[in-house]
């Protein structure tokens, strides 16, 4: 193997993984001689192989923007959808005599280091029942028939999109009464 085999074009084909066997076979068979390698071309070697890392880096470089750019898509349709969605599920808890809850979707941005197919988001549901009450995560907040009532809600929105059997809801009646109630 002379100085100059190893182009550019043989490091992108499989002939250059084809020589870098043919080294690594002749090296353990002690006929590293019969290749006559010599200093430069190792050097030439060293030298695509940075060109190899190079192009790597960017490339990678190129997809972490595209990602980037990816999940900042995704996270505006996800608050456009947020708005929509916190709207209707606050109307149907109104309906299911919830009439002093609030509900909103609190987006928080992980850091880049955190993004990945899903996106940069994280999303919380904030919820109180009482009118006066700050807004508070949902899953330390809400009891038994308030989370019932919630998933109700949720599940009353969502109807058209995912299809579920059957639900069991514990306690969805407790205080409910009256035209709710039917």
Same mark, same amino acid.
């Given at each position: 193997?002379?100085?100059?085999?190893?182009?550019?074009?043989?490091?992108?084909?499989?002939?250059?993984?084809?020589?870098?066997?043919?080294?690594?076979?002749?090296?353990?068979?002690?006929?590293?001689?019969?290749?006559?390698?010599?200093?430069?071309?190792?050097?030439?070697?060293?030298?695509?192989?940075?060109?190899?890392?190079?192009?790597?880096?960017?490339?990678?470089?190129?997809?972490?923007?595209?990602?980037?750019?990816?999940?900042?898509?995704?996270?505006?349709?996800?608050?456009?959808?947020? $708005? @929509?969605?916190?709207?209707?599920?606050?109307?149907?808890?109104?309906? %299911? !005599?919830? =009439? +002093?809850?609030?509900?909103? *979707?609190?987006?928080?941005?992980?850091?880049?280091?955190?993004?990945?197919?899903?996106?940069?988001?994280?999303?919380?549901?904030?919820?109180?029942?009482?009118?006066?009450?700050?807004?508070?995560?949902? $899953? @330390?907040?809400?009891?038994?028939?308030?989370?019932?009532?919630?998933? %109700? !809600?949720? =599940? +009353?929105?969502?109807?058209? *999109?995912?299809?579920?059997?059957?639900?069991?809801?514990?306690?969805?009646?407790?205080?409910?009464?009256?035209?709710?109630?039917?």
């Amino acid at each position: 193997i002379e100085p100059g085999d190893w182009s550019s074009d043989v490091c992108s084909s499989d002939l250059f993984f084809e020589k870098l066997l043919l080294l690594m076979e002749a090296d353990e068979m002690g006929k590293r001689s019969e290749f006559r390698l010599s200093k430069s071309v190792f050097e030439e070697f060293r030298s695509l192989s940075a060109e190899i890392v190079e192009k790597l880096e960017k490339e990678r470089e190129n997809l972490i923007i595209l990602l980037k750019n990816k999940a900042n898509e995704l996270s505006l349709k996800r608050k456009e959808v947020a $708005s @929509k969605f916190t709207q209707k599920v606050k109307e149907n808890l109104v309906e %299911l !005599s919830m =009439k +002093n809850a609030k509900f909103e *979707i609190m987006f928080s941005e992980l850091d880049e280091t955190n993004c990945d197919e899903t996106g940069f988001d994280k999303i919380e549901f904030m919820f109180t029942a009482n009118s006066g009450q700050p807004l508070k995560p949902l $899953s @330390k907040v809400a009891s038994g028939g308030e989370m019932s009532r919630f998933m %109700l !809600s949720v =599940k +009353n929105v969502t109807a058209d *999109i995912v299809s579920v059997d059957t639900m069991i809801f514990d306690e969805i009646d407790t205080g409910i009464s009256g035209d709710t109630a039917n």
